[in-house]
């Protein structure tokens, strides 16, 4: 779906098992153009790991972002009605997401899985009269499932935030850009971090991210930081870099890209 927002409906989706597949894919020239990575959910909070393999990823550069809204179904085989319902199969964040309907019938048996749509996919596969999947109403169009019950969700404003990873050499300049992803190192002395935020600061730019990381293979519990800023003109981005490249010791620019919008 956040391909399908990016691209346009027509663009053909790899789908891959991990989230370090996705990279690799994203990376190679012989298997794709480029890659979609969730990289945060405004509920239950930043991947982690995504931000270490964006850290190593193989000249990979972020071109935009999409934040899709989580709407949750509960999806059966066509026919399927409430009462014949006997377990839920879904991603245990999904289920989560949708606990005080589930709630409700305490009578029904909760199944993790893999992914939403897996447990879609299987239960089509399976033509099951006594299991429902929690996913969503792509997943059901996909795999010819009728939405019984739907916006089951709890929370309505749960957005999860997805980057856009193309290779460096198919990126172009973007002059409407106003965000920017980036990392960087300071030096392990008092109010190191503190002189970089100034620099952001005074140069008017919102800093609207920041996670710290420890470096492995250090002694002394060093940490890298991503930073996401979001700014009015390129120039004034460009200036800001200049200002904290004497206050780092490492700097890295992930990508220059247009802010996305939650709708």
Known sequence: MAAQQFFGNDVEVITCATFREVVRVAASKKESDGGVMAIENSIAGSILPNYNLLQKSNGLRIVGEIYLQIRQHLLVNPGVKLEDIREVHSHPMALLQCIDFLEKHPHWKLVETEDTALSAK???????????????????????????????????????????????????????????????????????????????????????KLQSFPVPGTSDWEYSFHADLEFESLEQFHQVIEAIRHVTTELTIYGIYKKGKTV
């Open 122 to 208: 299987q239960l089509q596969q399976h033509r099951s009269k006594h299991v429902a999947a929690i996913a969503s109403k792509l997943a059901a169009e996909l795999f010819g499932l009728q939405v019984l019950a739907p916006n089951i969700h709890t929370m309505r404003n749960n957005y999860t935030r997805f980057l856009i990873l193309q290779r460096e050499e198919r990126v172009e300049a973007m002059d409407s850009a106003d965000k920017a992803s980036l990392n960087f190192r300071t030096g392990h002395g008092r109010g190191s971090l503190a002189r970089v935020l100034t620099r952001i600061a005074d140069g008017g730019i919102n800093l609207s």
